[in-house]
């Protein structure tokens, strides 16, 4: 009896406890009825807390992230803990975005010239602070030594069976070695890897990448990813990964949602149903009126919306923006209104915007956040501050 009503008690107060770390910020509460399940049944405690709730949470708030966002801005560049974003309101993103490209070469930085090593402290701080981090991956095109946008033939040699299938190996063994170093301690005192959203071969419905349409038949793409998913999770129990799949808008046909499913692997390969919007943003071959891109715009997050309602998986905006961010108010009136436009849209886990090219560096204008002084600035604020939107200090714990 006595046990009983230690128990008893031990349980609500875990159970209190739980509610209260869940519950950080009084506003997000539960609502999803049937919990989510990734494809990997041994991931890791942190990397399926971290999904069950950017599904809760998700749900009914939209997770702002970030390319690049600490290695440099528009006009900064290798001042510790800066960014573009937190200039302007003060936190980082909630989702941090790097780039993998050139690992696979032995490199010490990537394709961007962000160091490797710099990616893995950035991943572990990001962790510390409550944040949430994802991986692309611009490859070089394994069989011609190009770069990713090296369209000449290649998957059919990387596949099992293919000619060149060891150097595939050989990229994820590289990415293998990259991904135990981010680790932090868990509370029973052990090594633990940081969990991690990992988004491989994305736009692969376009044609500019080796990956893409130009030379690989569909049956070879998912052959690509099989493998890659079942290399990393059954053969080397890479357990602290969250398998994004991404579609690119501009090759989707609205009125066929089926043409997402291009090249999906299946829904035992996948764990977010992801898509690349630039096309209805402000992409420049895009001539449609703005009030025509947004109707667009929403049509396309419905769309990743109910296939992954119907695939009981989280749907993201994995990647976009509007370069330069021309339209002052496109925060609120384009992101924010579209996103909470229904409960649908509103289900949308995260929007990752691409990175912010330093300028004296490379000497562009491309950037998709704003920057401290920058025209979309003020409606920047009015975004983050608006209750449906989080930033990495307005999250709720979510590795628990
Ligand atoms: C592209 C551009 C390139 C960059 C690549 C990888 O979209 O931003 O300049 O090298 O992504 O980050």
Same mark, same amino acid.
């Given at each position: 009896? @006595?046990?009983?009503?230690?128990?008893?008690?031990?349980?609500?107060?875990?159970?209190?406890?739980?509610?209260?770390?869940?519950?950080?910020?009084?506003?997000?509460?539960?609502?999803?009825?049937?919990?989510?399940?990734?494809?990997?049944?041994?991931? #890791?405690?942190?990397?399926?807390?971290?999904?069950?709730?950017?599904?809760?949470?998700?749900?009914?708030?939209?997770? @702002?992230?970030?390319?690049?966002?600490?290695?440099?801005?528009?006009?900064?560049?290798?001042?510790?803990?800066?960014?573009?974003?937190? $200039?302007?309101?003060?936190?980082?993103?909630?989702?941090? /975005?790097? $780039?993998? /490209?050139?690992?696979?070469?032995?490199?010490? %930085?990537?394709?961007?010239?962000?160091?490797?090593? *710099?990616?893995?402290?950035?991943? %572990?701080?990001?962790?510390?602070?409550?944040?949430?981090?994802?991986?692309?991956?611009?490859?070089?095109?394994?069989?011609?030594?190009?770069?990713?946008?090296?369209? #000449?033939?290649?998957?059919?040699?990387?596949?099992?069976?293919?000619?060149?299938? +060891?150097?595939?190996?050989?990229?994820?063994?590289?990415? =293998?070695?990259?991904?135990?170093?981010?680790?932090?301690?868990?509370?029973?005192?052990?090594?633990?890897?940081?969990?991690?959203? @990992?988004?491989?071969?994305?736009?692969?419905?376009?044609?500019?990448?080796?990956?893409?349409?130009?030379?690989?038949?569909?049956?070879?793409?998912?052959?690509?990813?099989?493998?890659?998913?079942?290399?990393? =999770?059954?053969?080397? %129990?890479?357990?602290?990964?969250? @398998?994004? *799949?991404?579609?690119?808008?501009?090759?989707?046909?609205?009125?066929?949602?089926?043409?997402?499913?291009?090249?999906?692997?299946?829904?035992?390969?996948?764990?977010?149903?992801?898509?690349?919007?630039?096309?209805?943003?402000?992409? #420049?071959?895009?001539?449609?009126?703005?009030?025509?891109?947004?109707?667009?715009?929403?049509?396309?997050? !419905?769309?990743?919306?109910?296939?992954?309602?119907?695939?009981?998986?989280?749907?993201?905006?994995?990647?976009?923006?509007? !370069?330069?961010?021309?339209?002052?108010?496109?925060?609120?009136?384009?992101?924010?209104?579209?996103?909470?436009?229904? %409960?649908?849209? +509103? #289900?949308?886990?995260?929007?990752?915007?691409?990175?912010?090219?330093?300028?004296?560096? !490379?000497?562009?204008?491309?950037?998709?956040?704003?920057?401290?002084?920058?025209?979309?600035?003020?409606?920047?604020?009015?975004?983050? /501050?608006? !209750?449906?939107?989080?930033?990495?200090?307005?999250?709720?714990?979510?590795?628990?």
């Amino acid at each position: 009896m @006595f046990h009983r009503t230690i128990a008893c008690t031990a349980l609500i107060i875990t159970s209190l406890a739980l509610t209260l770390t869940a519950c950080k910020n009084p506003e997000i509460r539960e609502t999803a009825a049937v919990p989510m399940t990734l494809i990997n049944p041994d991931a #890791s405690a942190q990397t399926n807390a971290l999904y069950r709730n950017l599904a809760r949470v998700g749900q009914n708030h939209l997770l @702002f992230g970030h390319q690049n966002t600490t290695a440099y801005g528009v006009s900064c560049r290798g001042d510790e803990n800066r960014s573009d974003v937190k $200039d302007i309101v003060g936190s980082y993103p909630a989702v941090f /975005g790097w $780039d993998l /490209g050139d690992l696979e070469r032995g490199d010490e %930085k990537n394709l961007d010239s962000i160091r490797f090593d *710099f990616v893995v402290d950035q991943i %572990k701080n990001t962790y510390r602070r409550g944040g949430i981090s994802t991986l692309s991956w611009h490859m070089l095109n394994p069989v011609s030594g190009g770069d990713s946008w090296d369209t #000449s033939r290649a998957v059919g040699d990387v596949i099992p069976g293919g000619k060149s299938h +060891q150097q595939l190996k050989d990229n994820l063994d590289a990415f =293998i070695a990259f991904n135990q170093q981010p680790t932090f301690t868990d509370e029973q005192g052990q090594l633990q890897a940081i969990p991690i959203i @990992f988004r491989p071969w994305h736009e692969h419905n376009g044609d500019w990448f080796w990956w893409g349409t130009k030379e690989t038949r569909e049956q070879d793409y998912i052959a690509l990813w099989r493998f890659t998913v079942d290399y990393l =999770i059954n053969e080397h %129990k890479q357990n602290n990964l969250i @398998f994004a *799949f991404s579609s690119d808008r501009g090759r989707n046909n609205l009125d066929e949602p089926e043409s997402y499913l291009y090249g999906y692997p299946g829904d035992q390969y996948v764990d977010i149903i992801g898509l690349d919007n630039y096309w209805d943003l402000g992409h #420049s071959g895009n001539k449609a009126p703005i009030a025509q891109r947004k109707a667009d715009f929403i049509r396309s997050l !419905e769309l990743i919306a109910n296939i992954a309602q119907k695939k009981h998986k989280i749907a993201a905006l994995s990647e976009g923006g509007q !370069e330069t961010v021309p339209e002052d108010t496109f925060w609120t009136d384009m992101v924010l209104d579209s996103f909470a436009s229904n %409960k649908q849209t +509103q #289900s949308i886990a995260y929007f990752l915007v691409w990175r912010n090219a330093n300028k004296a560096r !490379e000497n562009t204008d491309h950037f998709y956040a704003p920057y401290s002084g920058h025209s979309s600035a003020k409606n920047f604020i009015k975004f983050y /501050g608006s !209750e449906f939107t989080l930033f990495e200090d307005q999250l709720p714990d979510m590795y628990h």
